[in-house]
């Protein structure tokens, strides 16, 4: 049963509330310095930065700039990034972590920058993150933190009251972060790339990259892009060089709702320390107040019923404020990587002329922007102190291995399972609106019916390496468990690592 007073049909927010100039898609082959993939926060800030030198740059987007994960973020831009800093510390030592606080600040600092350099009206707000805790557990975690700030001198205060009326436990704050429109800011730093010279191409899917003389990327359509570096900034990595990222990363799902609420936003931005995760924040616009409210979380294609996590949200908002109505709701996929720490730098030890960014965990504004900085430092030979931090080809025993382990048996898991489901749904089973999986002549089909009773049929082998896709009935999307590619009704790509649409099955001719 559907919630009342939740919209029908997932939309983003940001997307909405922007209107961005459209690209035409590349159909010559042409000659670049810098080939950029992806068109979200890390690809388009790549651009700009290098738009500022005498270095030729094209920008190409499988589908359209900002329709992915930068589309449809929370969009904070803050260095606090839920527990992490205790963590680190363990794991990578203090100096690695003061330098990872450090490249997410610097990351806050050149956003501000460009926009008070362009005077982008992007609802720009400085604003205190606030970490709270509601559960017992998590006051000890929440103190390992609080002690970690000290170490790493974080400005910070720790306390058990918050501006936002919410039980609470104890709350750390982290001063003086940031919150933005992030559409908003990127739609001028796409017009300041194109005043500037960059190519850019929509539509247009890069599907491997070639190597002579130069790296060369190849679109699915044959179509050449030969350049000096490759910038991979595609969530992603489209080409794996033998990196192996399928084994080394997950795909991680969350949910989001915008809610008209009759009561003045406090200000700040909040996240809870517990799971399920639940994040609150304004779009700070005083005028058409919306209160951004995210959370819970599950592995892609993993979540079963997906609609009952939006459900969940409603609830708690429900709960806690005074909702007048939602008028948003969508969904977010972020990828996370063994040791938590985003991959940035050469795809592999060997291969310098093709950069990748990709495991942002949630927190792509700061990272995306950071990986940006970086890849320009590489590409125009300058020094960066981060790059060594990030690299994609470190190896930390612990916790990585163990995670390498269960991301991969889990992987081996679904390709098996997938295979042997057995499934007794009829198609005169599926309800309108509604999906399922069916054996059509022995073969696994996902069903979806529309309102108007068509059925749209794809074959439920993933594109990508061949596990078999889930129903996301939240989102209308099929989703794959194993590395998180994401399709259409229709079958068409979403989101990846799949280049290449589900196979359509015409029921009619079976
Ligand atoms: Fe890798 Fe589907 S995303 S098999």
Redesign the pocket.
Known sequence: MKRKGMPQFPKSYWQDSVNVERFPHLDQSIKVDVGIVGGGITGITTAYLLSKTNLKVALIEAGELLNGTTGHTTAKITAQHGLIYDEFINHFGVEKTALYYAANNEAKKMIKQIIEQYKIECNFQEQDAYLYTNSEDYIKKLENEEKAYEKLAIDYQMSDQMPLDLPIKSVLVMKNQAQFHPLKYLKILIEKCKENGVQIYEYTTASSVEFSKHPTIITIDRKRITCRHVVQATHFPFYDGEGYY?TRMYADRSYVLAAKVNQSFPGGMYKNAETPSRSVRSNGNVEEELWIIGGESHKTGQGISTYKYYEALHQFAEQHFKIDSFVYRWSAQDLITLDKLPYIGPVTRKQHSVLVATGFRKWGMTNGTIAAKIFHDMIVEEENPYRELYTPSRFQADPSLKKFVKINADVTKHLIKGKLEYTDSNLEDIKPDDAKVVRINGKRAGVYKDEDNNLHVVDTT?R????E?EWNSGDRTWD?P????RYTIDGDVVEG??KEPLIKIDIHSN
Do not use: N
């Not at 990508?464 to 596990?467: D, M, N, S, T």
């Not at 194993?482 to 590619?485: L, T």
């Open positions: 399928p993933c990508h390496l061949g596990c896709v794959c194993c590395h998180g590619s690592p799949a």
